[in-house]
């Protein structure tokens, strides 16, 4: 009651509005924070503030970025955490800070004072909300000891055999029997849950010669996360065939399919392929959750000239914009911030994907299937009767797409598509080499996005060092070629610093958190048309870029490395093949 007592006077809430605020909370069957939260009456960051100034405590931020450690998880039993919401958040010298939903429950305060005097630390509080507690709270549980439980079980019901052979046809009813089985649809289901919970983009699930391991891929980067005993892996493969709707007698040649789960009252798509190898049949999941929060220009890494270059591209009423680069190079999603940005209700979007990576509301996605003759060619042909004022195609594969999106482009439609190429300047020798003629180029590009992903160094822990002279050198050569009007938005300092990772609680002890893109942005102008026309050669396509001040992708680093987003070590990993556009003396 105090909340809500406290959220009446702060917004100056008096006579009958009071009365039926007070009335309403009274017929409600919850807290007074998920009250105000669930009618959207206040967000959670004034749920903190406001609670702030009742119980005279900090909040705690940035707790999105937070993993807490096993040993410190143990100083507050999980039982107690769940029933009194109470959480540890983290350890240091020796003191505990600990994230309260309610302070104002003095159980809570006696089991806390209770608990640390018993482990002989003191404490820190800070007020955390509900949903922060609940990030926080699947942390006790590991997929070590959730997949365990169920593998013990499993055991049980096999009468113990440490070995199962199910790969003679005989034994292929048994197989199909186990993959049914509670333990292992419990173990597919944790190890798709803990995937979902960790951020992971894919998960492999490999046989070796005495166990099946089980890898995540997260930022970029794959860590084995659990080991199965071997005779478990004909079960898993064919449980996640049959959800996948894959034959399971079938395991000779690669199989591709797709399923959506329900997990945390979030639907979830899951793309399933299959390979065999020696040992036996690998699949690769890729983890795609479509309500993922889309990045804005900046999150993407998107800054200065970049930036307004795109700005101006996008206002054109027509023209391709192309995101350029190697799997896994974050084309999508930048090209997922642009539609953000164009997106409104006087235009109509459509889009052709393999597969939707991201739900857009108000844009109407398509997702291509191939196996039934709807690919990207025969959706550019259906699209174009659709009205659409703007169109993405997931990617330029062939000579065909590249001339329907070449059509497009040309016949008032905002374009953005995605090609494989290793930067910017040689784009343009790819289309050429995809039959698109030279002359049709410079009216139809209106921008080429080349890039790369690097990693964040995490913002609490990053040390500030001085650059070595070799290095040193090498920045004050790339940025005295920055362009007069760059210049203006980024001056190099006097005095030269760059940042390397140490780690810490927050980013897991691994230093980097998260990833943000590398870019150079090739415009189309009237010079570079002249260049096109006459010779596309990539020498000559890169004096003129240099000359219309082009940031190149090192230089994007090294701005990048200067302002404590990412290392120097990051700078040279994503950008060596990118080095020779200029000299590096």
Same mark, same amino acid.
């Given at each position: 009651?105090?909340?809500?007592?406290?959220?009446?006077?702060?917004?100056?809430?008096?006579?009958?509005?009071?009365?039926?605020?007070?009335?309403?909370?009274?017929?409600?069957?919850?807290?007074?924070?998920?009250?105000?939260?669930?009618?959207?009456?206040? !967000?959670?960051?004034?749920?903190?503030?406001?609670?702030?100034?009742?119980?005279?405590?900090?909040?705690?931020?940035?707790?999105?970025?937070?993993?807490?450690?096993?040993?410190?998880?143990?100083?507050?039993?999980?039982?107690?955490?769940?029933?009194?919401?109470?959480?540890?958040?983290?350890?240091?010298?020796?003191?505990? !800070?600990?994230?309260?939903?309610?302070?104002?429950?003095?159980?809570?305060?006696?089991?806390?004072?209770?608990?640390?005097?018993?482990?002989?630390?003191?404490?820190?509080?800070?007020?955390?909300?509900?949903?922060?507690?609940?990030?926080?709270?699947?942390?006790?549980?590991?997929?070590?000891?959730?997949?365990?439980?169920?593998?013990?079980?499993?055991?049980?019901?096999?009468?113990?055999?440490?070995?199962?052979?199910?790969?003679?046809?005989?034994?292929?009813?048994?197989?199909?029997?186990?993959?049914?089985?509670?333990?292992?649809?419990?173990?597919?289901?944790?190890?798709?849950?803990?995937?979902?919970?960790?951020?992971?983009?894919?998960?492999?699930?490999?046989?070796?010669?005495?166990?099946?391991?089980?890898?995540?891929?997260?930022?970029?980067?794959?860590?084995?996360?659990?080991?199965?005993?071997?005779?478990?892996?004909?079960?898993?493969?064919?449980?996640?065939?049959?959800?996948?709707?894959?034959?399971?007698?079938?395991?000779?040649?690669?199989?591709?399919?797709?399923?959506?789960?329900?997990?945390?009252?979030?639907?979830?798509?899951?793309?399933?392929?299959?390979?065999?190898?020696?040992?036996?049949?690998?699949?690769?999941?890729?983890?795609?959750?479509?309500?993922?929060?889309?990045?804005?220009?900046?999150?993407?890494?998107?800054?200065?000239?970049?930036?307004?270059?795109?700005?101006?591209?996008?206002?054109?009423?027509?023209?391709?914009?192309?995101?350029?680069?190697?799997?896994?190079?974050?084309?999508?999603?930048?090209?997922?911030?642009?539609?953000?940005?164009?997106?409104?209700?006087?235009?109509?979007?459509?889009?052709?994907?393999?597969?939707?990576?991201?739900?857009?509301?108000?844009?109407?996605?398509?997702?291509?299937?191939?196996?039934?003759?709807?690919?990207?060619?025969?959706?550019?042909?259906?699209?174009?009767?659709?009205?659409?004022?703007?169109?993405?195609?997931?990617?330029?594969?062939?000579?065909?797409?590249?001339?329907?999106?070449?059509?497009?482009?040309?016949?008032?439609?905002?374009?953005?598509?995605?090609?494989?190429?290793?930067?910017?300047?040689?784009?343009?020798?790819?289309?050429?080499?995809?039959?698109?003629?030279?002359?049709?180029?410079?009216?139809?590009?209106?921008?080429?996005?080349?890039?790369?992903?690097?990693?964040?160094?995490?913002?609490?822990?990053?040390?500030?060092?001085?650059?070595?002279?070799?290095?040193?050198?090498?920045?004050?050569?790339?940025?005295?070629?920055?362009?007069?009007?760059?210049?203006?938005?980024?001056?190099?300092?006097?005095?030269?610093?760059?940042?390397?990772?140490?780690?810490?609680?927050?980013?897991?002890?691994?230093?980097?958190?998260?990833?943000?893109?590398?870019?150079?942005?090739?415009?189309?102008?009237?010079?570079?048309?002249?260049?096109?026309?006459?010779?596309?050669?990539?020498?000559?396509?890169?004096?003129?870029?240099?000359?219309?001040?082009?940031?190149?992708?090192?230089?994007?680093?090294?701005?990048?490395?200067?302002?404590?987003?990412?290392?120097?070590?990051?700078?040279?990993?994503?950008?060596?093949?990118?080095?020779?556009?200029?000299?590096? !003396?």
């Amino acid at each position: 009651m105090k909340i809500i007592e406290k959220f009446i006077e702060k917004n100056n809430i008096s006579g009958d509005n009071a009365e039926k605020l007070i009335g309403a909370f009274n017929l409600y069957h919850g807290s007074g924070e998920s009250f105000l939260i669930e009618k959207k009456l206040i !967000d959670e960051s004034g749920m903190l503030s406001l609670k702030e100034e009742i119980y005279k405590m900090p909040y705690f931020d940035k707790i999105d970025l937070l993993q807490v450690g096993g040993d410190v998880l143990s100083l507050i039993p999980e039982e107690s955490a769940k029933f009194y919401k109470i959480i540890p958040l983290g350890l240091n010298d020796g003191v505990l !800070d600990v994230g309260m939903v309610d302070p104002g429950n003095i159980k809570s305060r006696e089991i806390l004072n209770f608990l640390t005097k018993q482990n002989k630390i003191d404490y820190n509080a800070y007020i955390i909300s509900e949903k922060s507690f609940e990030s926080i709270v699947k942390q006790y549980r590991s997929i070590e000891e959730e997949v365990g439980e169920a593998l013990s079980t499993l055991e049980k019901e096999l009468g113990g055999e440490d070995g199962i052979d199910f790969s003679s046809a005989e034994k292929g009813n048994q197989k199909e029997k186990l993959s049914e089985d509670a333990p292992i649809i419990k173990m597919v289901a944790v190890i798709l849950r803990h995937a979902v919970d960790g951020s992971a983009s894919d998960i492999h699930i490999e046989p070796e010669d005495k166990q099946l391991r089980v890898r995540f891929r997260m930022d970029g980067k794959l860590f084995s996360s659990l080991f199965l005993p071997i005779h478990t892996h004909a079960s898993i493969i064919a449980r996640i065939k049959i959800i996948s709707n894959l034959r399971i007698d079938e395991t000779r040649v690669p199989q591709d399919g797709r399923f959506s789960a329900k997990i945390d009252n979030k639907s979830i798509d899951f793309r399933v392929s299959t390979f065999p190898t020696k040992l036996g049949e690998k699949v690769v999941i890729r983890v795609l959750d479509p309500y993922e929060n889309l990045k804005t220009y900046e999150e993407v890494g998107l800054l200065y000239n970049n930036l307004e270059i795109i700005r101006e591209a996008i206002k054109k009423p027509f023209g391709l914009i192309l995101a350029t680069g190697p799997t896994g190079s974050g084309k999508t999603t930048t090209l997922y911030s642009i539609l953000r940005e164009l997106n409104s209700p006087d235009v109509n979007i459509v889009t052709l994907e393999d597969p939707i990576e991201y739900f857009i509301k108000g844009v109407n996605q398509s997702q291509v299937r191939p196996e039934i003759g709807y690919d990207f060619g025969q959706g550019l042909r259906s699209i174009v009767r659709q009205d659409p004022d703007i169109i993405m195609v997931g990617e330029i594969r062939d000579e065909e797409s590249a001339s329907l999106v070449t059509h497009a482009a040309l016949t008032g439609h905002i374009v953005l598509s995605t090609l494989h190429t290793n930067n910017a300047i040689s784009t343009i020798s790819r289309l050429v080499d995809m039959k698109i003629k030279p002359f049709l180029i410079p009216p139809t590009v209106n921008i080429i996005i080349a890039q790369r992903l690097a990693y964040k160094l995490c913002p609490h822990c990053r040390e500030k060092i001085r650059p070595t002279k070799e290095v040193e050198k090498m920045i004050i050569g790339h940025m005295d070629d920055l362009s007069e009007h760059v210049k203006k938005s980024f001056a190099l300092p006097k005095e030269i610093f760059v940042y390397r990772p140490k780690g810490c609680p927050k980013c897991n002890m691994k230093g980097e958190k998260g990833r943000v893109g590398i870019f150079e942005i090739l415009k189309m102008t009237s010079e570079l048309e002249k260049v096109i026309v006459k010779d596309s050669s990539i020498v000559e396509i890169g004096k003129e870029a240099r000359r219309q001040g082009m940031i190149t992708m090192r230089q994007d680093a090294i701005i990048k490395a200067l302002d404590g987003t990412i290392s120097i070590d990051e700078v040279f990993r994503t950008t060596e093949e990118q080095k020779n556009y200029q000299n590096d !003396d």
